[in-house]
């Protein structure tokens, strides 16, 4: 492993890098989003993005948007090139927590404080398709299987793991 940069920001919540292009993606305290090139170590574009915390930011690579979540419950989804808001919608009843961008459908997962795992489609103008119940706590933590495209896992803090 080698250390690629090293900048002084705001307390971060959540970094995700780029799968094909030298950026990578913060979340702030502040509801601040940043893009950093990791090539030029210089800050790309900063995100205006809520008056609360953004707790996770995920790239969904192949429309060149990301998505973050708040503590204002709702998703913002951004062109990360011409700096455009997509499109903001209320995704739970509690803050986002965590998210997953599937790889072969157009699927943005959320889970939240709500202890609810929620499936948006993007070519349903970002309509919730499926909302999964099971936890009785806080969803801290999210993954899709790579070798199954129709599961994933969860992690809460009422102890389990689904």
């Excluded at 011409?82 to 927590?97: C, G, I, L, N, S």
Aim: hydrophobic share 40%; glycine share 4%; charged share 20%.
């Amino acid at each position: 492993l080698e250390q690629k940069m090293v900048a002084k920001t705001h307390r971060v919540k959540t970094v995700e890098i780029h799968s094909k292009e030298p950026l990578v993606l913060c979340a702030h305290i502040t509801g601040q989003v940043t893009l950093w090139n990791y090539e030029t170590k210089q800050m790309v574009k900063s995100f205006e993005i809520s008056q609360e915390a953004c707790r996770c930011a995920k790239f969904i690579n192949h429309l060149q948007f990301f998505a973050c979540g708040c503590d204002d419950f709702h998703v913002r989804i951004f062109n990360y090139n011409t700096m455009e808001k997509v499109v903001t919608f209320q995704a739970h009843d509690d803050y986002v927590r965590t998210m997953a961008v599937h790889e072969q459908l157009p699927l943005l997962l959320t889970a939240g404080d709500d202890g609810l795992i929620k499936a948006w489609d993007w070519t349903r103008n970002w309509s919730c398709v499926m909302v999964y119940e099971g936890h009785s706590n806080v969803v801290m933590s999210m993954a899709l299987n790579p070798k199954d495209s129709l599961t994933f896992a969860t992690a809460s803090l009422d102890h389990t793991v689904r």
